[in-house]
């Protein structure tokens, strides 16, 4: 801009004027994904959005003023937000939807205050053709007439602007100066959110990929502020560098609760990327969520302390599972089995929260059990039958699952050289080895 | 009257050598009346690090923290991290340890133990975490040390007893052995007085009859045998009240 280069110049010329310059073909496809995404992150300020194609969105902020603290709270807010999502907007607002597009564009800045004639007024006879079926030529013609602003274009008279084809801007006059209603679809947003981000520049360090997923994760909480709902898991999926040929890779993110806390969700993002191989560089970043469920706000509390929190279950298994992996983070359970190896089974692990009810545990063995279990009977020497103090049980049988998990052994609770309890077996059939099997401790 | 509650106050602030300790939270019975009275706070220290030593694993440690497993209220976790072996599940169910909010966590490494008993304090939904390292270093104790006074849960860590020699910031540390009909505890540090006899702790043994072990005396193990200790209990300070844990009239006082 500053060495001349201006809209309406031909790619050769903007070229000789500025070597340097990097021109980039504008996706009309990506700009309409970006307003759907702004617009879906919007539903957090009012459930009425409409689309403004190709660059503007209408929020209609009469009815949630006051929850928000007024206009100039409300415009702080969405501006901030749009910045966490990656965007610039300019706001401005009006009366009329045509005419906050056109302030929004053209405005001065801030007369909120004024009436809205007077606000309009003032702007460029060129907003008349912005969102509106003006064209060029009763553009030329008002030009050709000497007016530049559109207060002068609003005094002329209308049938003959009519009969000089320009009925639509008498039209457009009356949508933005509120003489007429002005009806818009409204949004909807998507059942199922899906965004994707490009990175600038590829990239393999986590940092930069956990920025990119803030900017997602933004996205995602204002869907689901707008639904007033929660959801248990997401799915961020990396796409590789197009010509390392890596196949992108899913990250099934598993929040452990229903929530729609996103600190919650960029934690747990962080545990699975600092955990993920990257084998190229990521060229984009994509963000798929569903199933929101209608999640009750918690609860405020007058007097917030910060003692006697009960903390976060879920949380916690979630983030450790993330981290170590979801084999080494289960809970016990026992099993009906009469057979010490076959009566217990690794669970997955329930938040504590939805457990309720203790399911009734399996009928439990007359005689004791240790509580180590050795993974696999260790062979010892035969024990002095001084040493036995209790026993034998005799285990036996368990055809069923096939000749070698079949068993017959006698049990003994055996003292141990240094005074600490055992549970030894002997083999029933020849050679009739002993095992130690457990510890009583 | 008034006289009388002034002085039982001030007994309070004047601490004598051969008392135990009143820590400013009492501590969380051990479930073992005869551990409870030899501890400070009667029962584990919350909000801190304890310590216990054991000469291998399986010799009767998991017995004695089973209440704590068993305590557990609906919606908070007991976290095991990194145990040696497996806890056996039915033997757990039969002590009336709830099995599904018993968090079992393996770790690859000692960093990654301590990492998982980190958040696992952190997130405060633990009652109770039980933590088995081999070896750690000062550093590392201390850190884990402050994270259990910060989250307010008690912290169990469960070391080798060749630990015993080296320095440790827990509050309390217990060196156990096998002993007839239970397990003997030696107290090596706590906030009081050293104690002159091992203890020797009866453990309930399952199904509610008699230990096996309790029978007639055999003449090969007749008693635990009683780690050499100081011979009088009198003037082996192990640490005094510190600053942090005085009753808050001393603070006033002072000021």
Known sequence: MARGVEPGLGRASALAIAPALCLVDRQPALEHAALIDIATWAGRFTPAISLDPPHAILLEVETCLRLFGGLVPLGQQITRGIEELGFHARLAVAQTPLAARWLARFGAGDDTGQALAARLDPLPLVALADGTPVGPDSLDLLTGTGHVTLGEVRHLPRHGLARRRAQAVTDALDRAYGRVPDPRPWFKPPERY??????????????????????????????????????ERFTLVLEFERNSQAPEAPLEIVLGTLSQDMQRCQLLAREHLNRLPLPAAVDALRLTADEPRPLAPPAGELFQGDDGQPGDAGLLLATLRARLGNQAVRCLASHPDHRPEKAWRWVEPQPPERSRGRQE??????????????????????????????????IASGWWDGPEATVRRDYFVARSQDGGLAWVFRDGVAPHCWYLHGHFA | MAASATALSLDHLVWCGDRLATPALPGRPTGHAALDAVLPGGGW??????????????????????????????????????????????????????LERLLIVQAESPAHARWAARQALDSRSCEVVLLWLADADM???????????????????????SAAHQPSPAVLRLALSPCRGGLGIRILKRRGPQLAAPLALELPWPGGGTRPDCGPEHPSTATIDPQPSSPSGKHALVRPLPSRSAPPGLHAGAQ
């Open chain 2, 45 to 98: 220290p919350l909000a801190a690090l304890s310590e216990l030593l054991l000469p291998r694993n399986g010799i009767g440690e998991l017995g004695l923290l089973l209440p704590q497993l068993a305590n557990v209220p609906a919606g908070r976790w007991a976290a095991c991290i990194a145990p040696p072996g497996l806890p056996y599940a039915p033997a757990l169910a039969a002590a009336g340890v709830p």
């Open chain 1, 194 to 231: 899906a965004s994707r981000l490009p990175l600038p520049t590829p990239s393999d360090q986590v940092d930069s990929l956990l920025f990119a997923t803030r900017r997602l994760l933004a996205g995602l909480a204002g869907w689901l502020d707008a639904r007033q709902a929660g959801i």
């Open chain 2, 139 to 161: 550093g590392a104790l201390r850190r884990l040390q402050l994270a259990a006074e910060e989250s307010g849960t008690p912290l169990i860590l469960l070391r080798p007893e």
């Open chain 1, 361 to 394: 545990p399996p009928p439990l063995p007359a005689s004791p059990r240790p509580l180590w279990l050795l993974p696999e009977p260790r062979p010892i020497p035969a024990p002095p039958p001084w040493t036995l103090l209790a026993g034998p049980e005799r």
